[in-house]
């Protein structure tokens, strides 16, 4: 939920973001194409490391990152430094993509289904609490920045949840049985 929140949060506030910083549709589109850019290059990368190093450290810089990504579009002075927080955006995206499906699969092989609908449905109910939260805030004439900061606390919060909690060791896959020889 944490996770979806910190994603949406600058779409609820573009209008407001765009008004401060001037932005045109194309700087707002780019703002928003530039984090999942990051994600998809950088998605495969986190994965394979996961699988070598294991989980727990990622995540808890994938949650450092999500809190820094919200901190530098709150104190964002330019178009630039909004750039930089969409890209941090970007790649604490990578990382949970990567890495939280594969945790629930290691954490309950036997009942990956029903967790799994879990985790999704969370996402979800993250997306909806934030978007009308936050839109309710702004209606009332709140600055923008004062809603990420609920966020960022609860991301710092997690990341220490994550660094205490325990995790399941790194996979060792078992290496193929045979030789791939091609018969021509």
Known sequence: ATFAAANVLPAVCLVQIAAQFGLNDAQCGLLFAVGPSITFVALPLFGLLAERFGKRWLLIGGMVMLAAALQVYRIADGYGVLLLGAATMGVASAIFDALGSPLVVDLYPRRTAPLMNLIHGCFQIGLVITSV?????LALGSPWPGAFMPVVLLAAVLAGLFAIARFPPAVEREAPHGD????V
């Not at 939260?133 to 805030?137: A, F």
């Not at 791939?180 to 018969?183: A, D, L, M, N, P």
């Open 180 to 183: 791939r020889k091609s018969v």
């Open 133 to 137: 939260g936050v839109g309710y805030y």
